[in-house]
């Protein structure tokens, strides 16, 4: 089973219809237990630190999320779900968010227009199985205002640059992370979540 976390933050219907689309029958959900019995978790996330940050902890997600990756278990963050991995985002006056990967959430720096978005360009910085099929340079789309500065650069998959480089795709053991959409980036978009569904997941 495919669980996409729900805790009012998320592009949801976006994100189920993309994994339909590959063949899957995710669960969309914000009960523990449900999503504590998936295969493989997707956590995406539209909006704001403060409010994110909230929901999860009223709905005990965030403790939810903490013990899934203790235990290895397989979590796709998307958008603001890279960004809530971090230990801390400076939005909204500054949160603690989940400190599950190293690193701060900060704003784009000025010079371009914020927030950032469009199709624009992942570099790959190293081989990995979610990047299957995928070139290097290709477009994903991106909506955000914020970046996660990753302390740890061996865990950053992917860069993009806008005014500077940031971390658009980072991966350790069983997490990976974008900071673009893959499912508003068309069919290599679809592709990264293809790939690592069938990480794990054997149909």
């Not at 992917?158 to 508003?184: C, M, W």
Request: with cysteine; glycine share 10%.
């Amino acid at each position: 089973m495919v669980a996409i976390i729900d805790y009012g933050a998320g592009n949801l219907h976006s994100v189920a219809k993309a994994i339909q689309k590959l063949g899957y029958q995710p669960c969309v959900s914000s009960q523990r237990e449900e999503i504590e019995r998936a295969d493989v978790i997707i956590f995406p996330g539209v909006g704001s630190a403060g409010d994110a940050t909230g929901n999860l902890k009223k709905l005990g997600l965030d403790v939810t999320l903490k013990k899934l990756n203790s235990e290895k278990r397989p979590i796709f963050g998307v958008c603001l779900g890279l960004q809530l991995f971090m230990e801390y985002s400076e939005e909204d006056g500054g949160y603690e968010c989940l400190n599950l990967l190293p690193g701060t959430v900060k704003k784009l720096p000025p010079g371009n227009k914020i927030p950032h978005m469009g199709w624009n360009q992942v570099n790959q910085v190293f081989v990995h199985p979610i990047f299957h099929g995928i070139p290097d340079g290709t477009n994903f789309y991106f909506v955000h205002s914020y970046y996660a500065d990753v302390k740890d650069k061996h865990i950053v998959a992917g860069v993009t640059d806008y005014g500077i480089s940031f971390p658009s795709i980072v991966v350790r053991d069983n997490l990976v992370a974008t900071q673009f959409h893959p499912e508003k980036s068309g069919d290599l978009g679809l592709m990264m979540y293809k790939n690592f569904l069938e990480m794990y997941i054997k149909k």
